[in-house]
């Protein structure tokens, strides 16, 4: 009876307390990102939805020349985040059955993370548009630096803490543990690392 095991059959990373191969963490990875990628989509078409519609609206006529500029502003970067938030679905029909998950897995992270950028964006915007429609141009200003800053704290600020914090403790428990086979494993071409760095 052979025995041997290969790369593919060793632990993505023992320290994690899971016990997958770096093919399940792939497959597990995907799975979590099509849940993300599902909620922000929603979000992202019912923005696209309003803003598409408002210019069918009577008082769209009563917008002076800057808000038009910023409403056309908003219009182009919803569109753009829509195509980004899709971008997945068409770069998993090509690369299907072609061995490349880690590179799928990889792209579509990239997509993710620039696809919230665009929600953020709009989201501030959206919010200025029409503060400066009913309160004038300094409360549109107010409200949408006010979303821009509450969005960086909540998306990025405190997720980065908490990041440091998971990895300070995951670093204090390792300790000095000698490394194990598979610890370091790494997937090819994408960036995508299953090393302690990048534990997912």
């Not at 770069?91 to 059955?97: C, G, P, V």
């Not at 980065?160 to 194990?180: I, T």
């Not at 610890?183 to 760095?197: F, N, R, V």
Request: proline share 3%.
């Amino acid at each position: 009876m052979d025995t041997k095991t290969g790369p593919d059959d060793l632990d993505a990373d023992p320290n994690d307390g899971r016990r997958e191969t770096l093919t399940e963490r792939l497959d597990r990875n995907w799975d979590e990102i099509l849940q993300e990628l599902r909620v922000i989509q929603t979000g992202t078409q019912i923005l696209t939805g309003f803003l598409l519609a408002a210019v069918f609206q009577s008082r769209f006529t009563d917008l002076d020349d800057y808000q038009k500029v910023v409403y056309a502003s908003l219009v182009v970067v919803t569109i753009l985040t829509t195509v980004m938030g899709l971008a997945p679905v068409s770069l998993h029909r090509i690369l299907f059955r072609q061995h490349a998950k880690a590179t799928i897995v990889g792209a579509t992270d990239r997509f993710l993370q620039l696809t919230m950028t665009g929600v953020a964006v709009t989201l501030a915007g959206t919010a200025m548009l029409i503060f400066d429609f009913v309160f004038g141009r300094a409360g549109g200003i107010v409200a949408g630096v006010g979303v821009l800053l509450l969005v960086t704290l909540l998306w990025v600020v405190v997720p980065r803490r908490l990041r440091s914090r998971v990895s300070a403790a995951a670093s204090a428990s390792a300790g000095a543990a000698p490394d194990r086979p598979g610890a370091q494993l790494e997937a090819s071409d994408d960036g995508i690392s299953t090393s302690k760095e990048r534990r997912e």
